[in-house]
């Protein structure tokens, strides 16, 4: 085998250990939340060590953080693109409350219809119930960006609405 064909197999093994941990990360943290989840049942039933799944992801954070990711970039993804459609369409005007607010609540409803994004749904729920630092952590490294964007949207619409 050459360098280039162990480095792809190296490679590949590599990308089916993390995605392989992510799986079992997303339903052991979608059915028992953050705290209740530990990283130990997670390599467990993932068939590896914790020595593989820290080097892979590091602390139980940044799994957790890695897992909800996976799910809710698509969300934020399709956000941003129905967004910038509108602001094609109507290209200076204001764009219209319904349609602002079935772009930024139909991508996040439509994340259901994937495996990934169901389980991402399950863990945005189990947020309100985990300590207050991975919630908040976590909601704003996903949703920031695109959440910021449709503030200054709402605004352009809803102009005497306060932003508290």
């Known amino acids: 085998m050459g360098v280039a064909a162990k480095t792809r197999a190296t490679t590949d093994a590599t990308h089916s250990v993390r995605d392989r941990i992510l799986d079992e990360a997303q339903t052991l943290f979608a059915e028992h939340g953050y705290a209740a989840a530990s990283t130990r049942a997670i390599a467990q039933a993932t068939g590896v060590n914790l020595a593989q799944l820290h080097y892979h992801f590091g602390a139980k954070k940044d799994l957790f953080k890695a897992a909800y990711r996976r799910g809710a970039e698509q969300v934020t993804e399709a956000r941003a693109r129905a967004l910038v459609n509108l602001r094609a369409e109507y290209a200076g005007r204001p764009i219209p409350l319904e349609a602002l607010v079935r772009s930024f609540v139909t991508p996040f ?23 207050d630092d991975v919630a908040k952590e976590v909601l704003s490294q996903v949703y920031d960006e695109t959440t910021l964007a449709y503030l200054e949207a709402f605004e352009q619409v809803l102009p005497n609405l306060a932003r508290d």
């Open 109 to 131: 409803m439509l994340a259901g219809e994937t495996p990934e994004g169901s389980a991402t749904m399950r863990m945005h729920a189990r947020l309100h119930t985990e300590p």
